[in-house]
């Protein structure tokens, strides 16, 4: 089992070992041509370099704490028009920066993945939003290729949701309009607002279910279990490849730090129950994510690596993990 952990890399200060970069919209159009083109090109350098850097600590951890999700700024606005053209005059400069950090997380057995945002939405009943949920996968995509995957199934992760007034027909549409390597990556997670976990699994034929079990009990008020029927749906969907699981709890004083929180006690609204903790207090719960032993796991929680190698210190002592 690997235990990973989101896009920043924090100090015990809580700040990043090696921040990315970003820029906005605004900021960028605000620019003549060729500050642009530096702006942009300075930024796609300085992550490209922090994310080697990034892997290579990773590389030193034991082997179930190489787990790890890219940011999805690692090219800077790529997918706006005006940057676009800017991106594909320079690209090439920037394709042994990818190779590397490829090289480097194959070598050392990393298990890497993107999550394209709440807005890329391949399931919507809005043409225009799908059309910008397809580019947007398809630049995931990219960075993943140039890194050197998308050659075998699931030899990498991007990971969305399947909420959309289109539902599966809609999802099922769009999927078929994806590159041949972002429909080997491509997998879809249940939410915990409008799309449950019986939804995505009508699309396990397609691709990969991922199975947030926090987004779960948040919809439901279900702490699924390991032996429920559906969880043998969702690793069958893996089709070989060891599956993710997604595990976030509630903030800290909303839940209580032992045992099973029960939504009508608690009494306060989904949208307080979805926020995510510091970190994983509550070892009722950490017992029942690490009871999926056939998964690894994300860690959604805000303390991000922290929190993640808290919770690998208490898994080793309760013997959950090597």
Request: glycine residues 4%; neutral net charge; aromatic residues 10%.
């Amino acid at each position: 089992m690997k235990l990973g952990f989101a896009c920043k890399y924090l100090n015990h200060d809580g700040k990043q070992f090696f921040p990315f970069r970003a820029t906005t919209r605004k900021r960028f159009l605000s620019l003549p041509h060729d500050q642009r083109n530096q702006l942009i090109y300075e930024i796609s350098v300085t992550n490209l370099n922090q994310l080697y850097l990034t892997l290579e600590q990773l590389a030193t951890l034991p082997e179930p704490l190489r787990m790890m999700r890219i940011g999805s700024d690692l090219l800077p606005l790529y997918t706006v028009p005006e940057a676009t053209s800017l991106f594909a005059a320079f690209l090439p400069e920037l394709h042994p920066l990818f190779a590397r950090c490829g090289e480097l997380a194959r070598a050392h057995q990393i298990r890497l993945s993107f999550h394209p945002g709440q807005y890329t939405v391949l399931a919507s009943d809005n043409p225009d939003v799908v059309s910008r949920a397809l580019e947007d996968v398809e630049y995931h995509t990219l960075c993943a290729c140039l890194m050197g995957y998308g050659q075998r199934f699931q030899d990498f992760k991007i990971n969305i949701h399947m909420n959309g007034k289109a539902g599966f027909d809609g999802f099922k549409r769009s999927f078929g309009q994806l590159s041949e390597e972002a429909r080997r990556m491509l997998t879809v997670e249940n939410d915990e607002i409008s799309c449950s976990l019986d939804d995505v699994l009508q699309a396990a034929a397609l691709c990969p279910v991922v199975l947030d079990i926090h987004h779960h009990w948040v919809k439901e008020n279900q702490f699924i279990q390991p032996d429920d029927a559906r969880i043998a749906a969702i690793i069958a969907s893996w089709r070989g490849v060891r599956p993710v699981l997604h595990y976030s709890i509630s903030q800290e004083g909303i839940i209580p730090p032992q045992g099973w929180p029960d939504q009508q006690q608690l009494g306060v609204s989904k949208s307080k129950l979805r926020a995510h903790s510091d970190y994983y207090f509550n070892d009722t719960l950490n017992d029942w994510a690490l009871s999926f032993q056939d998964f690894d796991i994300m860690c959604e929680v805000k303390m991000k690596n922290l929190a993640r190698e808290q919770l690998y210190q208490w898994a080793k002592q309760q013997q959950r993990i090597a």
